[in-house]
């Protein structure tokens, strides 16, 4: 007689290693598992409010500068490097991984103006008020060698900017013009001079290298082309732009941070007018820098705020700020996408999540999994009206809640006449 | 001459970068040109027009003599040479008052210069005045900006592309992990001992490689012949194929060990039906094939007339007869089984079951049933022992021939035979299962509706012009409250609550007043709003598990003390009744829905009025409103539901208003949020195909600016259009 059992397969239930995960048969039947919109709506809301309590972007302060901040340099070829030069004239490099100072040294008489790191990462440039461009070596001296620069060239007038080629031994300055300089020779290979105004910022293209834009005092932007013995085009602008960036993915945009508390975004092709406007900060802008995925880019501002706006959308995804911060005067965002440095007026330089709530370090398989989950689900409910609300709730500090509110008033009415 | 060029030039700037390629050709040449006049223009001071580069000359034209000479008489001051008798401001004119002839310079200037200065004598022309320096710059501006315009609009393919991209991974320029290939590293050596050229100069002879070390031309050609790919694809059919085969063989087990003889009963009786359709048709498409089909039917016929089988002669049959007078059962199968002799001994189509005789063939036919025709086709004489060779889907004429013949060389060749026709199965497999994935292609467009919607929204967002980036970020809702805990969230919720509680409120309002209108605006304003049911397409089916009893059966004590309870329950609520509430209740909610008249009749007028006086009744009649029609509830005819019709608030809190950005109809929008990512609904596969992330950033790695590379990779990919075979090849492990 035959006895009928229950018999099971064990390669169906049973694991490999006591470290895979038990292994859980699944049925797809969509009768078993019914509201499935509901149910992924109740996890994308609950997804949102993790995200937000979650988010702490405030990493760590840096502190040890006698003087504002007033530039920053990334390092070129190591990430854990920050150089940073303040208004006393003092240069500093920072260990991030440690959140330390590795090395001081007094570059400049008064403001340090520019820092750029060469693009092999051995030497930066600086420049500052006392009209000199000085090149030092990123190695600290060793013991008893003087802090001594390796060159040194003695400009006639003020320079306020700085910027190196990518693949040259060329580098670019503002001041009273915009000179191109050639790192063997101590004059200029090139200036260009468009009317009698000083120019407070000038920036290479990352990937058109020959191209360059400056921001003048005139209210207007010029672009240049290294090659061409004069400039090429120039934007005038209602307000002063402080600073510009160019977008390092996509060649001919670029945006510039105004004096009228918001960014232009433009195309370099057709300046007539900016492909988006970024509003929200509440006083000028005076910093700008792209995520170097080219997807986003950070705002420093005298408001005291820093905030990050997608490249095509006209207001921020995310804004930071401190009680201690103040004006706030350099910003740049980290060669791996995932931090925010920020310059400003009282001494600190401080360190952000550009992801306010993501978390660092190595993520487990699942772990990561999970993320990205949620992440789809928040994109997929965002247009619902709870998970929207509480994606989009920041804190403000009062005074720039009001300020902003005054400001959008002072649109309307605008807008109304 | 040249005025004229630089206006040509000035015009240039309000062409845009996209016009044709020929007018770009042209402005690079008018560009050349113009480039190259600065430089004539020094050359012309500093060695005199007679060295004038005739290229430049060319370049230039006629023209540059006229603009060379406007700038030497501004600037020739700065010349360094020691020569001041050849200058003409150095040329003194004797006297005072008198003016410098032309014959005064004549003797310093050259033979040419000389010949140029007397045609010049003869032509009373004066010369065209020389551009400003401001004007000449602006051109030079305008001409070096469109150059520049144009150069960096090489990158515009490449921005797009990247914007549509499902995901991006950065750093850009990534170098494929893992070892590398042997021959990348060896390539750079060189054979330098004699030893070692020895070597080498064996292996060149012997056709052997030498740069490439692990392939020999044999065996590149074997590669190129098919692809690992293609093998790939093959392989994974094949095992396809074999794996339907188990499928339906084990099927087939399973259906044979069936001993339910009502199941056989009516199996059978479909398999009888079926036959007979088939022997239809086989008489109009193959009547000899018919005609061996009669004349075995016709033997089955006599077989059973031979037999005694249901005959009821047999022991079972006997047993059976004497238990049939009082037994209604027993006489029925006696009865079947008569009723199944006479079916089988009847003449011609209607007595066609002839594989009943025995339990044997009966299981047999049952596998034919299920199995699909090639299982049961004559077996090979080659593999009979190999169950998998057996398999074969569809047949063509020509390899029935072929096994015919094949049959009749019998088994000489069995080996090579056996090789043939895995080669022939394995083909015909390959076939069919191209046909099938023709049919995926059409499916694939609807099995990727979410993924084909993103690429809508970002095809809406890029669009054809550059200038036009569509912004759909909405501004942050700042506040003064910080969220810190979960519970903050809450809170957040609740002032959103009774936020938008009052507009709702005010609504129901004035739906009491107007009954009508606000029900046909209510119905409108419904359409505007994205319902959640709307949303839910598709609707959840209750799922019904069959409950076990719990209960047992119920004695007669049990009975008792159950009506007792009842009584109990009774007594304890004796006071209300909650059917005859119920109802009432469901009433009260019906008039509240009802329309009612309006009476806007104003005593006093066009009448008397006062204290004790009504409006008379024909001018109540008058300005009395008559209700409209009520609208059939749902629950009209419904006596135990009461359903409202009503918008509910709290599920309109979480129901999105209005149609989101980049969406055009609510379809597009329903049908994003309809599909469910979770793995609980999703396979893995999908589940990490829908939740790949938009940006990749490789932990720790510098994320260099975008560098020439990627403008050639992009041309590349531009010129290998996408493939169905690229999508089978990337997803033939989905679909096995």
């Known amino acids: ?216 005092s005139d209210r207007s932007i010029v672009l240049y082309d290294m090659r061409e013995a004069t400039p090429l085009k120039k934007v005038v ?61 950070v705002s420093a501002s005298f408001d005291k705020t820093i905030r990050i706006f997608p490249k095509d959308g006209g207001h921020s995804r995310e804004v ?90 002072m649109r309307e009415a605008r807008r109304r006449k | 001459m040249k005025l004229k060029k630089s206006k040509k030039i000035k015009k240039r700037p309000g062409i845009n970068d996209e016009t044709s390629a020929v007018s770009d050709e042209m402005q690079e040449e008018d560009s050349e040109d113009i480039a190259a006049v600065p430089d004539a223009i020094r050359y012309d001071e500093d060695e005199g027009e007679e060295d004038l580069n005739p290229e430049l000359k060319e370049q230039v034209g006629p023209g540059h003599r006229l603009l060379g000479r406007g700038h030497r008489s501004t600037r020739l001051e700065e010349r360094s040479e020691a020569a001041l008798l050849v200058s003409e401001f150095g040329a003194n004119a004797e006297g005072d ?65 990247n914007q549509q991209a499902e995901q991006l991974v950065f750093p850009l320029n990534q170098e494929p992990s893992g070892p590398k290939p042997i021959e990348h590293v060896v390539a750079g050596w060189k054979a330098q001992t004699p030893l070692e050229q020895e070597i080498f100069a064996v292996l060149n002879a012997n056709k052997q490689p030498i740069n490439n070390p692990i392939l020999t031309p044999a065996e590149e050609e074997s590669i190129k012949a098919m692809s690992l790919e293609e093998a790939k694809i093959r392989r994974a059919e094949l095992q396809k194929a074999r794996a339907l085969q188990s499928y339906y063989e084990a099927k087939a087990r399973r259906d044979r060990k069936i001993k339910s003889k009502k199941y056989r009963k009516v199996h059978n009786k479909a398999k009888r039906k079926e036959m007979l359709k088939q ?45 049939a007078k009082y037994d209604e059962d027993a006489r029925k199968a006696m009865q079947q089984q008569l009723e199944i002799n006479k079916e089988l001994t009847q003449k011609v189509a209607t007595a066609l079951n002839n594989d009943e005789e025995d339990e044997d063939d009966e299981e047999e036919a049952d596998t034919e049933e299920v199995l699909p025709d090639f299982v049961n086709d004559v077996e090979k004489a080659g593999d009979a022992s190999n169950p998998w060779m057996r398999g074969k889907l569809t047949e063509e004429e020509q390899e029935k021939e072929q096994e015919s013949k094949m049959a009749e060389e019998v088994i000489l060749l069995e080996d090579e035979e056996e090789m043939e026709e895995e080669v022939n199965e394995e083909e015909k497999l390959l076939r069919e299962f191209e046909n099938r994935r023709k049919q995926q292609e059409e499916d694939i467009v609807d099995e990727t509706a979410l993924s084909e919607f993103t690429s809508i929204i970002r095809g809406l ?22 969220i810190q805990t979960l519970e903050d969230t809450e809170k957040l919720q609740e002032t959103d609550i009774s936020e938008t509680a009052e507009p709702e409120v005010v609504e129901i309002v004035q739906a009491d007043e107007t009954a009508k209108e606000t029900s046909t605006k209510k119905a409108k304003k419904r359409k ?19 409950l076990k009893v719990t209960t047992e059966e119920v004695g007669e004590e049990d009975m008792e003390d159950e009506m007792d309870q009842r009584g109990l329950i009774k007594e304890a609520f004796a006071g209300d009744d909650v059917i005859s509430d119920f109802l009432k209740e469901k009433r009260k909610k019906e008039d509240a829905g009802k329309p009612k008249a309006i009476d806007l009749t104003l005593p006093g007028w066009g009448e008397w009025g006062g204290k004790g006086l009504k409006p008379s009744r024909k001018k109540r009649q008058r300005f009395r409103t008559k209700p409209a029609q009520a609208v059939v509830r749902k629950d009209a005819k419904l006596p135990e539901v009461i359903m409202s019709e009503q918008r509910d608030k709290s599920i309109t809190l979480h129901q999105v208003s209005s149609l989101p950005f980049p969406f055009e109809n609510y379809a597009q929008f329903e049908s994003t949020i309809r599909c469910p990512l979770g793995r609980t609904w999703n396979s893995e596969k999908t589940v990490k195909k829908v939740t790949l992330p938009r940006v990749v950033t490789q932990l720790g790695a510098i994320i260099e600016p975008m560098g020439r590379e990627e403008l050639k990779k992009s041309q590349q990919q531009k010129a290998e259009p996408h493939t169905w075979k690229k999508w089978m090849e990337n997803n033939i492990g989905d679909i096995i």
């Open chain 1, 320 to 409: 930071y700020h401190t009680k201690r911060m103040q004006h706030v005067i350099c910003i740049k965002w980290s060669a791996d996408n995932k931090y925010i440095l920020s310059g400003s007026d009282e001494m600190n330089i401080r360190l952000w999540k550009a992801n306010a709530s993501e978390k660092l370090g190595v993520l487990a398989h699942r772990e990561r999994e999970a993320a990205n989950y949620n992440q789809k689900l928040k994109e997929k409910y965002q247009h619902h009206p709870q998970v929207k609300r509480i994606a989009r709730h920041r804190h403000l500090p009062k005074n720039i809640y009001h300020q902003a509110k005054e400001l959008r008033v």
């Open chain 2, 461 to 482: 967002t890029q669009k054809p012009e550059v200038e036009t980036i569509v912004d759909n970020s909405t501004p942050l809702e700042e506040g003064l409250t910080r």
């Open chain 2, 528 to 546: 505007r709003n994205i319902e959640l049911k709307e949303v839910i397409t598709k609707e959840s089916r209750v799922v019904t598990v069959p």
């Open chain 2, 97 to 161: 008052g008198a003016k410098i002839e032309l014959s005064d310079l004549l003797p310093t200037a050259s033979k040419k210069a000389q010949k140029q200065i007397e045609t010049l004598k003869k032509s009373n022309r004066t010369l065209d005045t020389p551009l400003s320096r401001q004007e000449t710059e602006r051109i030079h501006r305008d001409v070096a900006f469109q150059k520049v315009a144009t150069e960096v609009s090489q990158w515009k393919s490449v921005i797009q592309q």
């Open chain 1, 1 to 216: 007689m035959k006895v009928k059992v229950l018999s099971r397969n064990p390669d169906d239930y049973v694991r490999e290693t006591k470290y895979d995960i038990q292994r859980v048969p699944r049925n797809y039947d969509p009768s078993l598992h019914p509201f499935e919109v509901n149910r992924e709506y109740a996890r994308a809301l609950n997804a949102t409010k993790l995200e937000r309590v979650f988010a702490k972007p405030f990493l760590a302060s840096l502190d040890g500068h006698r003087d504002g901040v007033n530039c920053m340099a990334k390092h070129s070829t190591n990430l854990s490097s920050l150089l940073s030069g303040s208004c006393d004239g003092e240069l500093k490099i920072w260990n991030l991984t440690k959140r330390e100072c590795v090395r001081t040294l007094q570059a400049h008489e008064g403001f340090v103006r520019g820092i750029v790191v060469r693009f092999c990462g051995t030497s930066f440039f600086t420049v500052g008020d006392d009209k000199t461009i000085k090149q030092w070596k990123m190695q600290s001296p060793g013991y008893g060698e003087e802090e001594e620069p390796l060159n040194t060239i003695l400009g006639k007038t003020v320079f306020t900017g700085l910027d190196h080629h990518r693949r040259e031994g060329v580098f670019a300055t503002c001041g009273q013009q915009v000179d191109i300089w050639d790192e063997q020779r101590s004059s200029p290979v090139r200036s260009f001079t468009w009317g009698v105004d000083s120019f407070s910022s000038v920036r290479f293209n990352p990937v058109e290298t020959e191209l360059l834009a400056s921001c003048a």
């Open chain 1, 237 to 297: 602008m209602t307000m002063r732009s402080n600073t510009l960036c160019w977008n390092p993915m996509e060649a001919y945009y670029f945006t510039c941070a105004n004096e009228d508390y918001s960014l232009y975004t433009y195309d370099m092709r057709n300046l007539e007018q900016p492909v988006v406007v970024h509003m929200d900060h509440v006083s000028a802008v005076l910093d700008v820098d792209f995520s170097p995925t080219g997807k986003e880019f």
């Open chain 2, 279 to 323: 022997f239809d048709e086989m008489v109009k498409t193959n009547p000899e094939g018919a005609l061996e089909e009669l004349k075995k039917l016709e033997m089955g016929r006599m077989q059973e007339r031979m037999s005694l089988k249901h005959q009821n002669s047999g022991k079972w049959a006997k047993s059976k007869a004497i238990m």
